[in-house]
C-alpha cells in the first residue's frame, strides 16, 4: 500500500511565505512525475507545479516566478516554496505522484491534501 503525506500548510498573510512537503510512504519500485495542485471552494482542482524525475519542470502561469517545486528521489519528497502569497492562492493544495508498485503499471496517487490561507 502507497501513501502520500504532506505539511506546511497553514495561514499566512500576503506576501508571505510557506513550505509545503509531501512524502511517500509504502512498498513501490519507482516514482515518476510528482506535482502539486490546488482546489479552491467552489472551482476545479488545478495545476500548479509538476516535476518529472529527470527534473524537468512546468509551472501555472499565476504562480511563475513565485513558487518553485522541488523534490529528493532518496527521501520520495517533493517540495513546494511559495513566496510573495497572494489571497487568490487561498486552496487546498494536494500533492500528486506517479507510482509503480509492479511492473509495468503505473498508478496515480494523491495527499489528503493541506489548507493554505492567505489572510491578514
Known amino acids: 500500500q502507497v501513501r502520500l503525506v504532506e505539511s506546511g500548510g497553514g495561514l499566512v498573510q500576503p506576501g508571505g511565505s510557506l513550505r509545503l512537503s509531501c512524502t511517500a510512504f509504502g512498498s513501490f519500485r519507482s516514482i515518476a512525475d510528482m506535482a502539486w495542485y490546488r482546489q479552491a471552494p467552489g472551482k476545479e482542482r488545478d495545476l500548479v507545479a509538476k516535476?518529472?524525475?529527470?527534473?524537468?519542470?512546468n509551472y501555472a502561469e499565476s504562480v511563475r516566478g513565485r513558487f518553485t517545486i522541488s523534490r529528493d528521489n532518496a527521501r520520495n519528497t517533493v517540495y513546494l516554496q511559495m513566496n510573495r502569497l497572494k489571497p487568490e492562492d487561498t486552496a487546498v493544495y494536494y500533492c500528486?505522484?506517479?507510482?509503480?508498485?509492479?511492473?509495468?503499471?503505473?498508478?496515480?496517487?494523491w495527499g489528503q491534501g493541506t489548507q493554505v490561507t492567505v489572510s491578514s
Open positions: 500528486n505522484a506517479e507510482i509503480t508498485r509492479v511492473l509495468p503499471a503505473v498508478s496515480d496517487y
Open positions: 516535476i518529472t524525475s529527470g527534473g524537468w519542470i
